[in-house]
């Protein structure tokens, strides 16, 4: 085999972040773009052309379109208290693009022989919204990221730099285009990075960078060798 070392690493892109905008914006679509959760809801709802979609990080359980669209836009029955036979408000929550606050991804870094070279392979990729009505906040869904390269492809990602140079999806990830920090690596306990540095978050920024630089130096170490 040509990989010769992998390990499996858990991240989430911050959309409040500036650099991150063109994962976000636009919040509602114009007629030559539309923002990256658009792009995959209109895959999997609209165009047919994402079809494995689930409701955890392991690909184990299968959404079906129907189960989408029950999760991005829910239905609030309020019933009278007196008889609950009698429905006295009928409350559409509907998730948007504006709803999402990070994007969760998946994926495999492992050292290609053959090319002399580290590379990065996304496996899932999952929205973290917060519901506009109860402020909880969740994974929406997971996709399964090879399936979605199609629509990732077909559809540019906004570049406030630079309108001439536009990256599709599918690049914007290809290159890494985005910031992000590591929540987990692959371990024995299965364990978020949040779990066991529990009781700062500049720890776990800390830990998150020593995954990061251990990663780096594996890279550096694999070259001197």
Sequence with gaps: ?????????????????????????????????????????????????????????????????????????MVDTVRDPDDPNIILLVDTIKITSKDVLFWEIKSDWYFDKQRGEMKNRIIGISPIVRNPKTLDTYNLFWVW??????????????????????LTYDQVFHLRFFQSVITKEDNVYDRAIEEYKRNEPIEQ??????????????EHDLWEY
């Design 1 to 73: 085999a040509d990989i010769m070392w992998s390990t499996r690493h858990w991240e989430k892109i911050d959309l409040r972040q500036k650099f991150n905008f063109h994962l976000y914006y636009p919040i509602q679509a114009v007629p030559d773009r539309k923002s990256l959760f658009d792009v995959l809801v209109d895959g999997i709802l609209n165009e047919g052309t994402i079809v494995e979609v689930f409701g955890d990080d392991r690909f184990e359980i299968p959404y079906t379109p129907d189960q989408v669209q029950g999760y991005v836009q």
């Design 145 to 166: 990221f090879p399936d979605a390269r199609y629509a990732l492809s077909t559809h540019v990602a906004f570049n406030e730099q630079n309108n001439t140079q536009r």
């Design 205 to 218: 920024l800390i830990e998150a960078d020593r995954i990061k630089n251990n990663l780096r130096n594996f």
